[in-house]
């Protein structure tokens, strides 16, 4: 009778624990989801829940085997084995825009804290599930907000001798952010000279005469177009 009052104790923290799985990848899956990524609602509550009952099954391995075993081997896979999912939510968009990172890294994240909800660590799970859920919600209103103050510019320069390439690249640095560079045939066709086809970032309120200004009146740069 008392083998039974302890199955029954261990049966309903278990289903706590896979409960409380699921509604952490629900949290961070609505989120997801409310953004049309990929991965959404379904997506975290399977990957969550499914995490828990991995970890769980190796700890009832190990009780079973009388600690034969290591009960987190098990679920060591997972956090390998999530990465080849994550991947399938990364769209690489040109050489500098890759979409899908944070709901990759959310997936790895949810599948720790399933991990960390069936081997019964509730209250470090659930902190890391707030702080996933605020990071991925509330930051990427900062982020947004940011990135809405910046203004890109492409740009052709070209440069009157190769040999003040990284003199040229690094005064650029000081002054904007480069976020897109390819060095190219110069357009003037001048023996020497050096086409670079790059976009820079600058602050809200920059327009596009000014930055041509700027560009042009370093003593290096013969040529400062918009590139079309």
Not at 19 to 27: I, K
Not at 30 to 35: C, I, L, Q, T, V
Not at 62 to 85: C, H, K, N, T, W
Not at 134 to 139: E, K
Request: with cysteine; glycine share 10%; aromatic share 8%.
């Amino acid at each position: 009778m008392g083998h039974e009052i302890v199955f029954d104790y261990e049966m309903v923290e278990a289903i706590i624990r896979i409960l409380l799985s699921a509604g952490a990848g629900a949290l961070i899956g609505a989120e997801r989801m409310m953004r049309g990524r990929a991965a959404g609602l379904r997506t975290h509550i399977i990957v969550c829940v499914g995490s828990a009952l991995t970890v769980l099954i190796g700890i009832y391995a190990y009780e079973m085997m009388g600690g034969a075993i290591d009960p987190l081997r098990i679920g060591a896979q997972v956090v390998s084995g999530i990465g080849f999912l994550g991947v399938g939510t990364i769209l690489i968009r040109g050489r500098s825009e890759v979409k899908g990172l944070t709901t990759a890294a959310g997936l790895w994240t949810t599948a720790a804290i399933g991990l960390g909800f069936g081997a019964g660590c509730y209250i470090l799970s659930a902190l890391v599930t707030i702080i996933t859920f605020v990071t991925i919600f509330l930051v990427a209103r900062i982020e947004r907000q940011l990135e809405m103050r910046r203004k890109e510019f492409q740009m052709y320069l070209e440069i009157d001798d190769v040999i003040y390439v990284n003199e040229v690249f690094d005064w650029l640095q000081d002054h904007y952010e480069i976020d897109e560079l390819d060095v190219t045939a110069p357009r003037t066709a001048i023996h020497g000279n050096v086409g670079v086809e790059l976009v820079l970032s600058t602050k809200e309120g920059a327009n596009a005469i000014d930055v041509k200004e700027a560009v042009q009146s370093h003593e290096h740069i013969l040529l400062a177009l918009e590139s079309i």
